[in-house]
């Protein structure tokens, strides 16, 4: 067989959507991925696709790489407004994601444009696709969830998730390098830890000032906006019933 990219593509397409796990998704072709929509969220497993190379056997190759994820249409929809361009760019965001790496299979699967190792090299892609999809649909059902076990990168040595996040005496190790999670973060610590909300608003209003200082190009207008966004996102929790838990 000779492997290409749009080859590959109709493949991986023809077989997901056959496989009973999945029958329930559609292919979305602008996220080269399945998506299976809710009233409040969806559920999304997209592809990134490039040229690659397979180093044992010096052969050309396509390599795929997964994300499986998910987004909460709540969470998502109150901060589109304040996003940068087209809304339409944001519309298949993840609220969060993981590569299939974070559970012990591969982070990429290399398919070989020299010899057909397509039937060995997807079965192991549809594995681990049906292992983390399960995970991650089953592991992050509320936006509670999210809040106690979604890690992101937030120290310089680790992941950490939000709950243990607001749990930390020491800030030193704070890093973001993508301003827009900040409202999310926020968002989250709100509804989950309001007794600190206060503290972590003023303390990640500092963190997105060094953000705009590195010259992030679209940093500054939300950094001049930073007051009208969060009186905007409790607008919005407030309105949709959203009530804050009391943690004292």
């Given at each position: 067989?000779?492997?290409?990219?749009?080859?590959?593509?109709?493949?991986?397409?023809?077989?997901?959507?056959?496989?009973?796990?999945?029958?329930?998704?559609?292919?979305?072709?602008?996220?080269?991925?399945?998506?299976?929509i809710?009233?409040?969220?969806?559920?999304?497993?997209?592809?990134?696709?490039?040229?690659?190379?397979?180093?044992?056997?010096?052969?050309?190759?396509?390599?795929?790489?997964?994300?499986?994820?998910?987004?909460?249409?709540?969470?998502?929809?109150?901060?589109?407004?304040?996003?940068?361009?087209?809304?339409?760019?944001?519309?298949?965001d993840?609220t969060?994601?993981?590569?299939?790496?974070?559970?012990?299979?591969?982070?990429?699967?290399?398919?070989?444009?020299?010899?057909?190792?397509?039937?060995?090299?997807?079965?192991?892609?549809?594995?681990?696709?049906l292992?983390?999809?399960?995970?991650?649909?089953?592991?992050?059902?509320?936006?509670?969830?999210?809040?106690?076990?979604?890690?992101?990168?937030?120290?310089?040595?680790?992941?950490?998730?939000?709950?243990?996040?607001?749990?930390?005496?020491?800030?030193?190790?704070?890093?973001?390098?993508?301003?827009?999670?900040?409202?999310?973060?926020?968002?989250?610590?709100?509804?989950?830890?309001?007794?600190?909300?206060?503290?972590?608003k003023?303390?990640?209003?500092?963190?997105?000032?060094?953000v705009?200082?590195?010259?992030?190009?679209?940093?500054?207008?939300?950094?001049?906006?930073y007051d009208?966004?969060?009186?905007?996102?409790?607008?919005?929790?407030?309105?949709?019933?959203?009530?804050?838990?009391?943690?004292?």
């Amino acid at each position: 067989m000779n492997m290409n990219t749009a080859l590959l593509k109709q493949k991986i397409k023809e077989d997901l959507l056959s496989t009973k796990e999945f029958i329930d998704y559609k292919w979305i072709a602008s996220e080269k991925g399945i998506i299976k929509i809710s009233d409040n969220h969806f559920d999304l497993i997209s592809f990134e696709i490039w040229q690659s190379y397979i180093s044992e056997s010096r052969e050309l190759a396509i390599a795929v790489y997964p994300n499986i994820g998910k987004q909460f249409k709540i969470m998502h929809d109150w901060y589109l407004p304040f996003r940068a361009g087209n809304e339409n760019k944001y519309k298949y965001d993840y609220t969060l994601y993981y590569n299939t790496e974070k559970y012990g299979f591969p982070s990429e699967y290399l398919f070989s444009k020299e010899r057909d190792n397509f039937d060995e090299e997807y079965e192991k892609l549809k594995n681990a696709l049906l292992y983390t999809s399960n995970q991650v649909i089953n592991d992050f059902k509320t936006l509670k969830d999210i809040y106690l076990k979604f890690e992101f990168g937030v120290l310089v040595d680790g992941l950490i998730s939000i709950h243990d996040f607001t749990c930390l005496d020491n800030f030193d190790d704070l890093i973001f390098n993508q301003f827009d999670w900040i409202f999310e973060f926020l968002f989250l610590i709100r509804l989950f830890c309001n007794e600190k909300f206060e503290f972590f608003k003023n303390l990640l209003f500092l963190q997105f000032k060094k953000v705009v200082d590195f010259g992030h190009p679209d940093a500054l207008e939300r950094y001049l906006k930073y007051d009208e966004i969060i009186e905007s996102m409790i607008k919005y929790q407030n309105d949709n019933n959203l009530i804050p838990e009391i943690n004292i």
